[in-house]
C-alpha cells in the first residue's frame, strides 16, 4: 500500500519579492544599491543593529533573487539585479490598468444613471 502524499506548490516568484520589499530597512538597501555596488560593511553602516542581523536582511533579497553577491578575497559586495524589480513593476502596471478600467466603466455607469435621472 502507498501513501499518496500532496505536494504544496511553491508560492510565485513575485511573493517573494514582494516579501522582500516589505520590510524598510530591504527597500533602503536596494535604494542604495540603485546607485553602485556595495560592500556589505558599506551597505551595513547607516543601520543601528548587528551585523549578523543585517546579513539576514541581505540573505533574503539575494533568496528572491533582488540582489546578487559576489566575494573578492574577504570582501562580499553585492549588486542590484534589476530582472525581479521589473517583473514587480509589471505586474503593478497590470493591476493599475485593470483598476483603471474598472473605474472607467463605474463611471461610465454612474454617469448613465445620472442621465436617466433627468
Same mark, same amino acid.
Given at each position: 500500500?502507498?501513501?499518496?502524499? #500532496?505536494?504544496?506548490?511553491?508560492?510565485?516568484?513575485?511573493?517573494?519579492?514582494?516579501?522582500?520589499?516589505?520590510?524598510?530597512?530591504?527597500?533602503?538597501? @536596494?535604494?542604495?544599491?540603485?546607485?553602485?555596488?556595495?560592500?556589505?560593511?558599506?551597505?551595513?553602516?547607516?543601520?543601528?543593529?548587528?551585523?549578523?542581523?543585517?546579513?539576514?536582511?541581505?540573505?533574503?533579497?539575494?533568496?528572491?533573487?533582488? @540582489?546578487?553577491?559576489?566575494?573578492?578575497?574577504? @570582501?562580499?559586495?553585492?549588486?542590484?539585479?534589476?530582472?525581479?524589480?521589473?517583473?514587480?513593476?509589471?505586474?503593478?502596471?497590470?493591476?493599475?490598468?485593470?483598476?483603471?478600467?474598472?473605474?472607467?466603466?463605474?463611471?461610465?455607469?454612474?454617469?448613465?444613471?445620472?442621465? #436617466?435621472?433627468?
Amino acid at each position: 500500500m502507498t501513501s499518496l502524499q #500532496t505536494t504544496t506548490p511553491s508560492p510565485p516568484p513575485i511573493d517573494g519579492i514582494f516579501r522582500a520589499l516589505s520590510d524598510p530597512t530591504r527597500r533602503r538597501v @536596494v535604494e542604495r544599491l540603485n546607485r553602485s555596488p556595495a560592500s556589505v560593511s558599506e551597505l551595513a553602516q547607516p543601520f543601528d543593529m548587528a551585523l549578523p542581523s543585517f546579513i539576514e536582511h541581505l540573505k533574503i533579497l539575494e533568496g528572491c533573487g533582488l @540582489v546578487r553577491s559576489q566575494k573578492t578575497g574577504r @570582501v562580499r559586495t553585492y549588486q542590484l539585479a534589476p530582472e525581479p524589480l521589473k517583473l514587480a513593476e509589471n505586474w503593478l502596471a497590470e493591476q493599475r490598468t485593470l483598476w483603471e478600467r474598472r473605474l472607467h466603466q463605474f463611471d461610465a455607469y454612474v454617469m448613465s444613471l445620472k442621465e #436617466t435621472e433627468k
